[in-house]
């Protein structure tokens, strides 16, 4: 795929199949701008030799699901066919059970992104709602895979469940595939190595979040295959960094994103050029100010930098972990430690290399 992806809007479920080459778009699967193409039938065209297809929530495009749509992708270019990547929007476990949702790794934007990454042809992603929730495992099958995309391969996790109350799983898939047409391979879950393990050593977004939350950032971005990394806009804060020396960014994020253990990070914010500032990263509820009562905050301290970021869109990626969040009996005492803070986040960066691509800044942090 490539930044002029093109999309098109499904008769099945509010869906949204994108497909080119490069980042796909739109972030709201039911709010699709206008086109003249691609249509309905240049997409089935574009399918005519079938799909390969691979199914699920895919947060956070680890190096799990890395490795089933490298599979998809060998297979099916070595086969002729499209590969497909289906994924759901919201994640269908804000639907099924809001009240114990996990959070998010990543918003659908990062998630096309990250897709598009892989080299995969085309992204379906379906609205989930209460009524997709609803529906059988059997419709999904003919109306989806055979219907919608003339499927020929179907690559999924061997634990892939689906349907109306997780009704569909990978021997229901074997089976309605010897009638319709199409080949299934439920893959094992692998480790770090790419080998099947067993279940607590497999890469999943579970062990991912739980690593995250748990302080184990480094564990975290190795399942991950990057940065870990949250988006957003640039607010007002209440300027105290400022007059401390360590001016913040202070990036709203939304309530559904997962928030590691808060801390003091090293890591960066990309700008939306693209450009990469280094930064002491702060989470937590700033205890030494407002006691056990603060909101938690994500702060960015970009390090040998001056600027205005006011209202800009960033990320914030994680790196390396400095230590956790504590509370500190003055404020010269605090100020100190942030300082050791940015000389700590300093050195650990040069070690660490900037993403491909993207352009470092340097020279002269945020007034914020």
Avoid at 268 to 297: F, H, K, Q, W
Wanted: hydrophobic residues 40%; glycine residues 12%; charged residues 25%.
């Amino acid at each position: 795929m490539s930044q002029s992806s093109s999309s098109v809007r499904t008769p099945y479920g509010k869906g949204v199949l994108i497909f080119g080459d490069g980042a796909p778009g739109p972030s709201d699967p039911t709010a699709v701008r206008p086109f003249a193409e691609p249509s309905m039938e240049s997409a089935a065209e574009w399918l005519r030799d079938g799909a390969a297809v691979t199914i699920g929530a895919y947060d956070g495009v680890h190096l799990g699901h890395r490795a089933v749509i490298a599979k998809l992708t060998s297979t099916a270019q070595r086969r002729g066919l499209a590969s497909v990547v289906v994924t759901f929007e919201p994640h269908p476990a804000a639907v099924l059970r809001p009240e114990s949702a996990p959070r998010r790794l990543c918003d659908l934007e990062t998630k096309l992104e990250l897709l598009a990454d892989t080299g995969v042809d085309a992204v379906y992603v379906i609205g989930f709602d209460a009524e997709r929730a609803q529906e059988a495992p059997e419709h999904f099958i003919k109306r989806l895979l055979v219907d919608e995309l003339s499927t020929r391969l179907v690559i999924v996790g061997s634990d892939f469940r689906f349907g109306h109350r997780r009704g569909g799983d990978v021997t229901m898939l074997e089976a309605a595939g010897s009638e319709l047409g199409f080949d299934v391979e439920g893959l094992a879950l692998v480790g770090m190595d790419g080998r099947p393990v067993r279940v607590e050593e497999q890469v999943s977004s579970t062990a991912i979040r739980r690593a995250l939350t748990e302080g184990r950032l480094e564990a975290a971005n190795a399942m991950l295959g990057r940065p870990h990394e949250l988006r957003g806009v640039v607010v007002e804060g209440d300027r105290r960094g400022r007059t401390w020396g360590f001016p913040t960014a202070n990036v709203a994020v939304p309530s559904d994103m997962l928030l590691p253990e808060p801390g003091i990070c090293a890591g960066r914010v990309v700008r939306s050029d693209g450009s990469l500032l280094d930064a002491a990263i702060y989470l937590g509820n700033r205890p030494t100010v407002y006691g056990d009562g603060g909101e938690v905050v994500l702060e960015a301290h970009a390090l040998d930098w001056e600027g205005d970021l006011y209202g800009e869109a960033v990320a914030v990626r994680f790196t390396d972990r400095i230590r956790g969040d504590a509370a500190f009996d003055t404020f010269d005492e605090l100020v100190e430690q942030i300082r050791r803070d940015c000389d700590e986040a300093r050195r650990v960066l040069a070690a660490s290399p900037d993403r491909p691509g993207s352009e470092r800044v340097e020279g002269g942090g945020h007034r914020g």
